[in-house]
């Protein structure tokens, strides 16, 4: 089956995080990625630690397979004038530049379209390309922090606490990678290229989901709740008998009930749990919250997690153990759909990397990230056309 973007070509001048995430979601969806980067330095990743494999850094070989790798000096006549011709033939650019650099480069959108009418300049920022913090610079950390994400996670009356996964930079680049696809749609009816401007502020607004509309309705500012959840009780990380943990989470009627019934069934001194008038409707268990996550913080801990594991699939109750990276790396239903696969790597090695969340049918390949400028050379005879003498030019010129 044809891979759906194979169609597509890519280049990406992007670097660490967020753009390199989406321009691997797009080229683990066939789409020919092609990497630009400053000769003799590349993306910033390639040095960052504490992980190498055989001198390749480990962050670098997470967000940069299924591309190819051209070395242009994009501040030199002839490394722009390459890259002009690259972007005559080619679907899109991506950036996370800071606001302005475009422009300094001329590289820019405006730039572009006067070479490629249909060109898509898709970019991805901090705070957006406009507005009073347009040029500030942005951290996932930072934009956790503005966007409030820190402010709800956590234990209450403990300081803020910055969330494990990195989704400033991860939501940046997953709305990157989503923007891109809209205006690849939008082309196909119109003819036309597209800006597009992604904020990684902006995208951790939108993550609020139900937190901001429970603002926004009611005027109460949402506070941390642990492993909690506003609505859906209960809904909380409780300790097992091995001293690991194990999350249960009824955001309905009915799983309540399930759950209350396999307490009773499997917990001696819960018979009376599911008859409990106090925990009858939901509004009864809101009002005892504390009293209910007593109840089942005792009961879950007459058992281990592999036994509360087991009982959550055979009474189909909304539950799971708490799993550590490297737990779940040994899921068997995160390995049922390929989300851990092994990728060969000229001087890594063999190394395992998490595999591609979108599901089409469509065979997947995983070629191993490229070495810096590794295709320089491939690319501008197949794409732009040049002779080896025009590129053997290039490299003397130090543009490539």
Known sequence: MTAPLADARVLELT???????????????????????????????????????????????????NKRSVALDLRSDAGREAFYTLAAKSDVVLDNFRPGVLERLRIDHETLRKINPSIISASLSGFGQDGPYARRPAFD???QALGGAMSVTGNPGDDPVYMGFPMGDVG??????????????????????????????DMQVSFQAHLGAFYLASGETPQPIG???????????????????????CSTEPFWFKTAEMMAAVI???????????????????????????????????????????????????????N??????????VRHRRMVTEIDHPTAGRFRASGNPIKM????????????????????????????????????????
């Open 172 to 201: 940046g680049g997953w709305g990157l990678a989503f923007g891109t696809l809209a205006a690849l749609h939008e082309r196909s009816r119109t003819g036309e290229g597209k800006r597009v401007d992604v904020s990684m502020l």
């Open 141 to 143: 950390g930072v934009v």
């Open 268 to 322: 001696p001194g819960m018979e009376r749990l599911p008859d409990d008038p106090r925990f009858k409707t939901a509004e009864g268990r809101m009002a005892h919250r504390g009293e209910l996550e007593a109840i089942l913080a005792e009961a879950v801990l007459a058992k281990t997690q592999e036994e509360w594991s087991a009982l959550f699939v055979e009474w189909d109750v909304p539950g799971a153990p708490i």
């Open 324 to 333: 550590d990276i490297a737990a779940v790396y040994e899921d068997p239903q």
């Open 361 to 400: 049918g469509q065979e997947e390949r995983f070629a191993p990230p490229p070495t810096l400028g590794e295709h320089t050379r491939e690319v501008l005879r197949e794409v732009a056309g040049y002779s080896d003498a025009m590129v053997d030019a290039l490299e003397a010129a130090q543009a490539g």
């Open 15 to 65: 670097s660490v995080l967020g753009g390199p995430l989406a321009a691997r979601l797009l080229a683990d969806l066939g789409a020919d990625v092609i990497k630009i980067e400053q000769p003799g330095a590349g993306d910033a990743s390639r040095k960052l630690g504490p992980y190498f494999l055989g001198g390749e850094s480990a962050y670098f070989l997470g967000f940069n397979r």
């Open 227 to 249: 492993s909690g959840h506003p609505s859906n009780i209960p809904a909380k990380a409780f300790r097992t008998q091995d001293g690991r943990w194990a999350q249960i989470h």
